[in-house]
């Protein structure tokens, strides 16, 4: 499956963002998806995932509460909905799928991904 992200920009603290993340070639069913995020000075870290097929979700704890992962009726776009964001949440945000999981796990690693879309720039003014 090939993955595009899009919706990054810039936004002053407090305000939000939506970022997409469309799938070409198949629908999402039977994957889990998830968010990622980067910084020049940090790792990849994960931001948050969704099980496309039961509707589980995980959050990272920075961002729980603040930002919510969903998926479209045609199960071909994730979306990120970003609420209340801050200078920390500045990066560049990537999804990312896995084929198939388990109900009882979490998929917090890059390596738990199969397929990775290209990065958008997520920016956050003080």
């Known amino acids: 499956v090939q993955l595009q992200a899009s919706g990054g920009g810039l936004v002053q603290a407090g305000g939000y963002l939506r970022l997409s993340c469309a799938a070409s070639?198949?629908?999402?069913?039977?994957?889990?998806m998830g968010w990622f995020r980067q910084t020049p000075t940090k790792e990849r870290e994960f931001v948050a995932g969704?099980?496309?097929?039961?509707?589980?979700?995980y959050y990272a704890d920075s961002v729980k509460g603040r930002f919510t992962i969903s998926i479209d009726n045609a199960r071909t776009t994730v979306y990120l909905r970003m609420n209340s964001l801050k200078p920390d949440d500045t990066a560049v945000y990537y999804c990312?799928?896995?084929?198939?999981?388990?109900?009882?796990?979490?998929?917090?690693?890059?390596?738990?991904?199969?397929?990775w879309g290209q990065g958008t720039l997520v920016t956050v003014s003080s």
């Open positions: 070639g198949r629908t999402l069913s039977g994957y889990y």
């Open positions: 969704l099980g496309v097929s039961g509707g589980s979700t």
């Open positions: 990312a799928a896995r084929p198939y999981y388990r109900y009882d796990a979490m998929y917090v690693k890059e390596t738990d991904y199969d397929y």
